[in-house]
């Protein structure tokens, strides 16, 4: 059984910095691809960010790119998602997913980016 939680999420203005995280066992961190997709009101979920469990290589959508860091800390199983100069676009429920032979995702928290 794969469990992420995520925490971080809020309210921020344009411009401003929120940092995500999730958390999770040792097992599934060491076995699968950490990563987060967003999810805006009446929008379908999109990929956002991801880091590789074999590689390390690092992915992201070009909508953020520039602006949102993913990292993880292997030592306290957690995967972090730094969002800097965030603008109202950015607004969605952001989950944390794990990928491998199947993907999970967390419950969601809520990132919302006033004007």
């Known amino acids: 059984q794969v469990q992420l939680t995520e925490s971080g999420g809020g309210l921020v203005q344009a411009g401003g910095s929120l940092r995500l995280s999730c958390a999770t066992s040792?097992?599934?961190?060491?076995?699968?691809?950490m990563g987060w997709d967003r999810q805006a009101p009446g929008k379908e979920r999109e990929f956002v960010a991801a880091i590789s469990w074999s590689t390390g290589n690092i992915y992201y959508a070009d909508s953020v790119k520039g602006r949102f860091t993913i990292s993880r800390d292997n030592a306290k199983n957690t995967v972090y998602l730094q969002m800097n100069s965030l603008k109202p676009e950015d607004t969605a429920v952001y989950y944390c997913?794990?990928?491998?032979?199947?993907?999970?995702w967390g419950q969601g928290t809520q990132v919302t980016v006033s004007s």
């Open positions: 997913k794990a990928a491998g032979r199947n993907d999970y």
């Open positions: 040792e097992g599934t961190f060491s076995r699968y691809s």
